[in-house]
């Protein structure tokens, strides 16, 4: 079965510093993987995803994230937080079959001035 | 509309009555999700359609909950003889179809039941 594990389920950075937000899957084959965003009392928006091609796929807000197949990786980065960053993060598996999504626990990410 | 719309997009229930949670997604998407989303949690899946078709039931928690979608486009989500436990937000998404294509999230609606 596949799962999804994000470490760290608070992540504190300052404005301007980076943001690296980890997120791991299990699976028996490649799926596809998502990063999505929950701002404050909204639903889910997609930042990327990853489905074939290219391993370091470019998403909204300056986010990216990068499908690493050996370490089972797609963690989600971006060079300088801002401080409308500050929400949930969601990294989410799918397998080629079905669609259905499979989501981690989250992260919630705090921005500091 | 623009977007998935959900409604209502809260309610309150008294424990042992019946709710109907609807999703209404964007016009021309194939595939239509369920999901429940605990506080603190991801979301979880419930079931999928394509079309009208249920393609998936398997995160049903038990045999009190049903869903439909008689037509392909609307769909209704049921849950029988609500208990405590059964609180969560509940969200609906759509897509094109199958492929890795994006699902669009719709706002939730927020059951409680008492």
């Known amino acids: 079965a596949q799962s999804v594990t994000q470490l760290g389920s608070h992540v504190s950075v300052s404005e301007g510093a980076l943001v690296l937000l980890r997120c791991n899957y299990s699976?028996?084959?490649?799926?596809?993987l998502f990063w999505y965003v929950q701002y404050p009392n909204q639903g889910l928006q997609l930042l990327l995803k990853?489905?074939?091609?290219?391993?370091l796929v470019k998403g909204i807000n300056g986010f990216e994230a990068e499908f690493k197949k050996s370490e089972t990786s797609f963690h989600l980065t971006k060079p300088s937080a801002h401080m409308s960053d500050a929400a949930e993060y969601f990294c989410?598996?799918?397998?080629?079959?079905?669609?259905?999504?499979?989501f981690g626990t989250g992260t919630r990410l705090q921005v500091f001035p | 509309g623009a977007g998935v719309s959900q409604s209502p997009r809260y309610k309150v229930t008294k424990r042992g009555q019946d709710v109907a949670l609807r999703c209404d997604p964007i016009?021309?998407?194939?595939?239509l999700y369920w999901y429940r989303q605990a506080l603190g949690q991801g979301p979880e899946f419930l079931t999928y359609?394509?079309?009208?078709?249920?393609?998936?039931k398997s995160g049903l928690p038990n045999d009190r909950f049903s869903a439909e979608r008689p037509e392909g486009s609307i769909s209704t989500l049921t849950i029988q003889r609500t208990e405590q436990r059964d609180s969560a937000m509940y969200r609906c998404?759509?897509?094109?179809?199958?492929?890795?294509?994006?699902?669009?999230f719709g706002p939730g609606t927020r059951l409680t039941v008492t």
């Open positions: 016009s021309g998407h194939v595939s």
């Open positions: 998404a759509s897509s094109y179809g199958q492929g890795g294509y994006e699902q669009y």
């Open positions: 699976s028996s084959v490649p799926p596809y």
């Open positions: 989410a598996v799918s397998d080629r079959n079905t669609d259905k999504l499979i």
């Open positions: 359609f394509n079309y009208e078709a249920q393609q998936d």
């Open positions: 990853y489905t074939t091609g290219a391993t």
